[in-house]
């Protein structure tokens, strides 16, 4: 069995600015090196600022996660040679003498109750960005590094290696962020904006390092690729090394990182520009008391609003996004299992084969209740749903598409009566039955429908079926 201990780095999206500095913290589509200041490029004699709501953040997810707080924050400067940061070391936080995480010793539970250790939280600043021109990290001539990023506020969540299966990852993390998304920290939809470090061992081997991982599945296809690796070399008598590997996301393998580290090698020390911000318990107390719902409340309330299972209750609200919609969706069509059902067994479905976040699905609240009030006004048929449901996440509205492609069930009596006419005469054994049994009812609607290619509104088909056999 594996122990595996996941480092995950989530920028912290709900800030408007960075961590030190006033430049703001949303880069995406801007032009490389514009949004930055001489703090964020780490210009001698800059002044770094804490950003006193990228601390409430963090108090906010420490609260979510069961951490015991500290009374303080302490920044200690992380040092080491690298491109992506300029002052040659990060601003970060640490446990050790003098010093402390913002945050230690949580934990986040499991579907089947099992509990994952949260060893601490790090407030952070995260990097430049390096870009590759001509290659991957391995093979590019040369590099070019965008300082964008450089000071955006992060939380470091470290576990304890609790996690025995890249499942349990999996499960882990995706709690974890829909935790974030419900407390609005992290909007993890953001490219980039969830990367995660998995250690991983397996018995009589040392722990092998992942670095930088950006997606839940990479997470999941890295560690059933790094387990399978490390347990063959264990079986063929070879040594599993410490080493930190990383995970080429393109041909799905880890591999040696040319860049070595030692945690000796950091040189931490508080950093003087900073003196500690003192966290009071009343702070605590008011942030506390403004919580939003948790995901273990809400999965709890819609089983008791809705009277959805367990699981149907998980699978929608370990999404955010999917959650949310659901409650949409319901407030113009209130059946609640009707809509849960549709959307977990088939909506999801496609939102799955997409590659997408529900949240970046184009489908309308609109049009979702659409799809079931034409199916149970008998317009169209299970089957029309299920077809054109992907069309629907791609943003058609059902109706529209209904119309233009004439998908409406067939309702034409007159036709539906010569097949069942043409299936009474074929099982005349089954009509007989049907006169006293009503599954055997079910199977003639059951034989017209086949014949109609499941086209036909199968209330209708009961009916006229039900009034062959008496008349
Ligand atoms: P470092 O500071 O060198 O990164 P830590 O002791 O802080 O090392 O651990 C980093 C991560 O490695 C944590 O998530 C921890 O749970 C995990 N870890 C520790 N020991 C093991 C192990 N034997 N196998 C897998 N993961 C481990
Ligand atoms: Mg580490
Ligand atoms: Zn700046």
Redesign the pocket.
Known sequence: MA?????VHVHITSLKTKLFCSCPSHYAGKEPNSVVCPVCLGLPGAIPVPNKKAIEEAIKVSLALNMQISDKVVFVRKHYFYPDMAKNYQISQYDGPGTTPVAKNGFIKLRNGKTIRI?RINIEEDPAKIVYPTGSLLTSKYVWVDYNRSGIGMLEI????DIEDPKEAREFLEKLRSILEHLGTCDCTIEGSMRVDV???VPGGE?V?VKNIGSIKGVEEALKYEIARQEALISQGLPVKRETRHWDDVRKVTLPSRYKEE?TDYRYFPDPDLPPTTITENWIKSIASSLPELPDARIRRFMVQYGLSEYDATVLVMDKGLADFYEDVLKIYYKPKEVANLLINDYLRWINEMNIRPSESKAKPEYIASLLKMMEEGVITIKIVKEILSDVVKGSDPRKLVEERGLTALRDQEFLMEVIKQVFAQEPDAVEKARRDPKVVNYLVGQVMRRTGKRADPYLVNQLVRKMLEG
């Open positions: 122990k595996i201990g996941l480092e060893r470290v576990t304890e290696p250690n991983v061992s722990r390092e945690e």
